[in-house]
């Protein structure tokens, strides 16, 4: 079966940096768009950013851009989230989700539903 596992949360103090790994069993990201959201205690799950399946294009959310890049390695088949300036409002667990290529990865923003997911990790930002 399709596994995501995200890893590299933690706790940072605001302003430092965290790069979160998503790795994909039994699926190519080649072939999938990728996405990054976030769910802070008490508070609705939130778009973060997305890479498209062919990994040209990058979409990030206001509150985030500017302060983190999604990348691939094909050769790993690995997505990353690198997360820099980090301020106490970034914390929230952070999951992994993948689409098939055939969806437009423009319209992540306002997905609410996803092929795949991974089990969240952590990241908490201190003040």
């Known amino acids: 079966q399709v596994q995501l596992v995200e890893s590299g949360g933690g706790l940072v103090q605001a302003g430092g940096s965290l790069r979160l790994s998503c790795a994909a069993s039994?699926?190519?990201?080649?072939?999938?768009?990728a996405g990054w959201l976030r769910q802070a205690p008490g508070k609705e799950r939130e778009f973060v950013g997305a890479i498209s399946w062919s990994g040209d294009s990058t979409y990030y959310a206001d509150s985030v851009k500017g302060r983190v890049t999604i990348s691939r390695d094909d050769a790993k088949n690995m997505v990353y989230l690198q997360m820099n300036s980090l301020k106490p409002e970034d914390t929230a667990v952070y999951y992994c989700?993948?689409?098939?290529?055939?969806?437009?990865?423009?319209?992540?923003?306002?997905?609410?539903?996803?092929?795949?997911w991974g089990q969240g990790t952590q990241v908490t930002v201190s003040s």
């Open positions: 989700v993948a689409e098939y290529r055939t969806y437009d990865v423009r319209r992540f923003p306002d997905k609410t539903q996803y092929g795949y």
């Open positions: 039994r699926i190519t990201w080649s072939n999938y768009n």
